[in-house]
């Protein structure tokens, strides 16, 4: 069969991603390119990364495809933000395509969590979670009431049938389709940083019951690929194009015991040089020698998600995790010389004052090297969005990444928690800035003006909501 492929996460949509400049391509996307090509079929890619609108898909269709694949990038968390504007891009792609007459599966977090929508917009079918093997059924034209793992529409009545046995052994899984990757633009987009970065997915899952974060697709469980087939994939990309980072985009990097070991041993055999960044936890970073291996294997950032400087917070999003292992790995990264990184959270069900100021004490005692900051964000299947699910009004996404708006009736006013945020990030970086001033770099001292100045008005300014 001849398969449009896309998906639907348009960079030009969410403009603090547009300007912020480190696009990363479609990685689940082109995973399922590859599963289908491996069966016979042919495949063509619409990556809509850099698209102007959803219209620019509409000359492919002249090659008259036999199905329109809206596949997600469901390893890219932006994706699992279900936002606004990019559901609409998908439902423009939907519609271009029942014009012609031409079958749409669609495979998202989002369609996930509304797929009644998707099937109302026009969708044949929505996959419901992990989707390789059901999207193989589907292309060969199986009864859809004997598929697992979907969703469609009979008789105007929605049907959601049974869920699909979860994969196991991912190194069964042919490598991504990196070939269909135009990746001039990628490249293009990255000049500014000074470097090239891509990224590679090592598992599927995290088995941790954080209760806030959503996971429609590969869900609470947890399978690794091995590292040498993660070897294998990176010696594969090298063969394609030139780069000089990798982002292993699991929610949990190395979490089976050893493999951070075994793939530190793989990479020192196979001669392979990298430098990447990854996302963990705490409370894994201070068991045996992980941080060392990671160090040694070429991880020179990790992301951990902190959340809060305050331990009554941590408890009550079930996180699983305590100040003192936050401050114990922070340590043992900076020992070796890797980026201590914060995701940091505002705004969660009976935070106020006093614990925002822990979680301020906390950046201050600390000085992780970056920080990512975002308020709660209930989304659908999570304890959290049932806790608050009566306060949430018609508007129920954000229509971009920079929105944060509250979903729910915090403890202070939906203008607090903007304001706070663009607080921490102004002094996060006025500190910054005044560590490279005492270092000599005389240029800084402008940089840092602007953003003590910055801070200072808007702390001012939470006066106003206290």
């Given at each position: 069969m001849k398969i449009l492929l896309t998906h639907s996460?348009?960079?030009?949509?969410?403009?603090?991603?547009?300007?912020?400049?480190?696009?990363?391509?479609?990685?689940?996307?082109?995973?399922?390119?590859?599963?289908?090509?491996?069966?016979?079929?042919?495949?063509?890619?619409?990556?809509?990364?850099?698209?102007?609108?959803?219209?620019?898909?509409?000359?492919?269709?002249?090659?008259?495809?036999?199905?329109?694949?809206?596949?997600?990038?469901?390893?890219?968390?932006?994706?699992?933000?279900?936002?606004?504007?990019?559901?609409?891009?998908?439902?423009?792609?939907?519609?271009?395509?029942?014009?012609?007459?031409?079958?749409?599966?669609?495979?998202?977090?989002?369609?996930?969590?509304?797929?009644?929508?998707?099937?109302?917009?026009?969708?044949?079918?929505?996959?419901?979670?992990?989707?390789?093997?059901?999207?193989?059924?589907?292309?060969?034209?199986?009864?859809?009431?004997?598929?697992?793992?979907?969703?469609?529409?009979?008789?105007?009545?929605?049907?959601?049938?049974?869920?699909?046995?979860?994969?196991?052994?991912?190194?069964?899984?042919?490598?991504?389709?990196?070939?269909?990757?135009?990746?001039?633009?990628?490249?293009?987009a990255w000049e500014i940083h000074g470097y090239f970065s891509i990224n590679i997915a090592t598992t599927r899952g995290c088995p941790f019951k954080c209760n806030w974060c959503a996971k429609p697709i590969y869900g609470n469980r947890y399978n690794s690929r091995s590292p040498q087939h993660v070897v294998r994939e990176i010696q594969l990309i090298q063969s394609y194009f030139d780069f000089d980072h990798i982002w292993f985009c699991d929610d949990i990097f190395g979490l089976k015991p050893q493999w951070v070991q075994e793939f530190n041993d793989v990479l020192k055999l196979s001669s392979v040089n990298i430098k990447y960044k990854i996302q963990s936890r705490a409370d894994l970073l201070v068991k045996d020698d992980?941080?060392?291996?990671?160090?040694?294997?070429?991880?020179?950032?990790?992301?951990?998600?902190?959340?809060?400087?305050?331990?009554?917070?941590?408890?009550?999003?079930?996180?699983?995790?305590?100040?003192?292992?936050?401050?114990?790995?922070?340590?043992?990264?900076?020992?070796?010389?890797?980026?201590?990184c914060f995701f940091l959270q505002f705004g969660y069900i009976g935070e106020h004052w006093e614990d925002i100021q822990a979680t301020l004490s906390l950046i201050k005692k600390l000085s992780p090297d970056d920080i990512g900051v975002s308020v709660s964000y209930p989304l659908p299947g999570t304890k959290f969005y049932e806790k608050v699910?009566?306060?949430?009004?018609?508007?129920?996404?954000?229509?971009?990444?920079?929105?944060?708006?509250?979903?729910?009736?915090?403890?202070f006013p939906p203008g607090f928690y903007k304001k706070l945020h663009r607080f921490v990030h102004k002094r996060f970086r006025g500190r910054q800035f005044f560590e490279r001033l005492k270092k000599g770099q005389g240029l800084a001292v402008f940089k840092w003006l602007y953003f003590w100045l910055s801070s200072y008005f808007y702390r001012f300014s939470l006066t106003f909501y206290k």
């Open positions: 996460y348009f960079l030009r949509f969410d403009e603090k991603q547009w300007k912020q400049r480190k696009p990363y391509p479609p990685l689940a996307t082109i995973q399922a390119a590859s599963n289908l090509r491996e069966l016979g079929h042919q495949v063509h890619l619409f990556d809509s990364n850099f698209a102007q609108n959803a219209k620019e898909i509409a000359p492919l269709f002249q090659d008259a495809p036999d199905v329109l694949v809206i596949y997600d990038d469901g390893f890219n968390y932006l994706t699992k933000m279900c936002l606004t504007n990019m559901r609409e891009a998908a439902f423009e792609m939907i519609a271009m395509a029942n014009k012609r007459s031409i079958p749409v599966y669609v495979s998202s977090s989002d369609s996930t969590d509304h797929y009644e929508s998707y099937l109302e917009k026009g969708a044949d079918a929505v996959i419901i979670g992990e989707a390789d093997a059901t999207l193989e059924e589907l292309i060969d034209g199986n009864a859809l009431e004997k598929i697992s793992g979907i969703a469609f529409r009979k008789n105007n009545k929605v049907i959601k049938n049974a869920s699909r046995p979860i994969l196991k052994n991912l190194d069964e899984l042919p490598l991504p389709a990196w070939d269909l990757i135009d990746i001039n633009p990628y490249k293009k992980t941080v060392k291996c990671l160090a040694e294997s070429g991880c020179n950032e990790v992301w951990i998600g902190a959340e809060s400087g305050s331990q009554k917070i941590l408890d009550a999003m079930d996180k699983g995790t305590t100040i003192a292992q936050i401050e114990e790995s922070t340590q043992l990264m900076k020992k070796h010389n890797i980026k201590a699910r009566s306060e949430i009004g018609e508007k129920a996404n954000w229509s971009d990444s920079d929105e944060l708006l509250m979903m729910y009736e915090g403890t």
